[in-house]
């Protein structure tokens, strides 16, 4: 099967390290727990750019902590045989910077993408199963016939309630909850 899979909250703990950064550079608090909507909206947008740039630099790249069990769930599927892509609406700027960290972590992966339209990106590389937490993306990717999957995220809780879309609170559930729609298939391509 081919897999694509988003980098920031699905494979590490983004927001932290932007909560930090607001904290540090602006003197705004971002609870996790209250962030029930994609925006941000104690920031203005100029501000939450420069966050995202800052937290998206080679050196705080170079930082990130891969959530529990989420490189040994992406090798896993590697091993048996699905391709996998690693898709992110990062700048094309940070792809150097991402390719090494995904080599640091030992996530093994056949491609990565920096893009600006994942949805689109994934429909042209006939994705069948896209993990990813923003609900837009998530949305258009049902929309597009794709099977959905999420880790659980105050922002994404209202639409992990539509039927259709796998979630979990970690990766070692959502590998177990994917294990029927992944077994037994291979790559298509
Ligand atoms: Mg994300």
């Known amino acids: 099967m081919k897999i694509a899979i988003d980098i920031d909250s699905t494979l ?12 540090k550079r602006f003197g705004v608090d971002l609870p ?10 104690r920031l203005r947008p100029e501000q939450v750019r420069a ?12 930082k990130a902590t891969p ?11 590697y091993e048996a045989g699905h391709e996998i892509h690693v898709m992110s609406h ?7 910077p991402t390719a090494a960290w995904l080599d640091h ?17 994934a429909v042209a590389l006939n994705i069948e199963l896209l993990v990813d937490d923003s609900p837009d993306t998530l949305e258009r990717a049902l929309e597009e016939g794709m099977a959905v ?22 990766w070692a559930t959502l590998a177990a909850r994917l294990a029927p729609l ?3 298939q291979r790559a298509t391509s």
């Open 51 to 62: 966050l995202v740039a800052e937290t998206h630099r080679a050196d705080n790249i170079r």
């Open 105 to 121: 972590i030992g996530l093994p992966y056949h491609a990565l993408d920096c893009t600006e339209d994942k949805v689109a990106g």
């Open 12 to 23: 590490h703990d983004y927001w932290a390290g932007l909560a930090a950064a607001a904290r």
């Open 182 to 184: 992944l077994s037994g």
């Open 90 to 96: 990062r700048d094309a700027a940070c792809h150097e």
């Open 32 to 41: 996790y727990d209250q962030q029930v909507t994609w925006g941000i909206d």
């Open 67 to 77: 959530y529990p069990g989420a490189v040994e769930t992406v090798r896993a599927w």
């Open 149 to 170: 999957a999420t880790l659980s995220h105050p922002w994404n809780r209202e639409l992990c309630e539509v039927e259709g879309i796998v979630t979990a609170p970690d």
